[in-house]
């Protein structure tokens, strides 16, 4: 049981974190400020380069929390202790940044402001990694009550994802999660050609 619940550093960083910051924004009273300040204001006025960092850690309700946290716990605990934490550390703040790039440059070309939060990019990240290290893992859904190897999870969902986002589905950054997958994969196949990770 302690081994199914013990948690790398950084997961565990960055798990506290997020749930700190979603705390101090939900109880106190200058939470506001953190999220004027910290989510990804994307053309619009209170748009500051450092938001393409801070948005990763605000949610917009504890469902958005719970979901990404969990999938960070998930996914992430493997993988840090698989890439080491200085690595999985840069791995998953590059998904997070580049999938808000990505979401913003769409964003920017179509003359679409919005504002962005939350993890979804990096989780994304993580998940595409956690199929690509390890493609025959079975996944158990919920809903649907499914058992499903890994890379196809991986692939449905990014192609979902690409779908919902084509046809703006939602309230959702759809192609922000397809980013950080991308991200994930040409940074995973970079250091696979320095011999750095073998898959």
């Given at each position: 049981?302690?081994?199914?619940?013990?948690?790398?550093?950084?997961?565990?960083?960055?798990?506290?974190?997020?749930?700190?910051?979603?705390?101090?924004?939900?109880?106190?009273?200058?939470?506001?400020?953190?999220?004027?300040?910290g989510a990804l204001w994307v053309g619009l006025f209170a748009f500051r380069s450092y938001?393409?960092?801070?948005?990763?850690?605000?949610?917009?309700?504890?469902?958005?929390?719970?979901?990404?946290?969990?999938?960070?716990?998930?996914?992430?605990?493997?993988?840090?202790?698989?890439?080491?934490?200085?690595?999985?550390?840069?791995?998953?703040?590059?998904?997070?940044?580049?999938?808000?790039?990505?979401?913003?440059?769409?964003?920017?070309?179509?003359?679409?402001?919005?504002?962005?939060?939350?993890?979804?990019?990096?989780?994304?990240?993580?998940?595409?990694?956690f199929g690509v290290l390890h493609p025959d893992a079975i996944?158990?859904?919920?809903?649907?009550?499914?058992?499903?190897?890994?890379?196809?999870?991986?692939?449905?969902?990014?192609?979902?994802?690409?779908?919902?986002?084509?046809?703006?589905?939602?309230?959702?950054?759809?192609?922000?999660?397809?980013?950080?997958?991308?991200?994930?994969?040409?940074?995973?196949?970079?250091?696979?050609?320095?011999?750095?990770?073998?898959?």
């Amino acid at each position: 049981m302690n081994r199914f619940f013990d948690m790398p550093p950084v997961v565990k960083n960055l798990l506290a974190i997020n749930v700190l910051v979603y705390l101090a924004t939900a109880l106190m009273p200058w939470g506001r400020l953190i999220e004027h300040y910290g989510a990804l204001w994307v053309g619009l006025f209170a748009f500051r380069s450092y938001q393409f960092v801070t948005y990763m850690f605000l949610h917009a309700n504890f469902e958005h929390l719970f979901f990404n946290m969990f999938a960070l716990w998930m996914f992430g605990r493997t993988l840090e202790y698989e890439l080491g934490s200085r690595r999985f550390l840069v791995y998953y703040m590059v998904c997070g940044v580049g999938a808000a790039l990505i979401q913003a440059g769409i964003a920017w070309a179509m003359a679409d402001p919005m504002v962005l939060v939350g993890a979804s990019g990096a989780v994304m990240g993580l998940l595409l990694a956690f199929g690509v290290l390890h493609p025959d893992a079975i996944i158990m859904l919920i809903i649907p009550p499914v058992r499903m190897k890994a890379k196809w999870f991986v692939i449905i969902y990014a192609v979902i994802e690409l779908l919902l986002g084509w046809h703006g589905v939602g309230n959702i950054a759809h192609f922000a999660h397809v980013g950080g997958m991308l991200w994930g994969l040409g940074l995973l196949y970079w250091w696979k050609r320095r011999g750095v990770i073998r898959f």
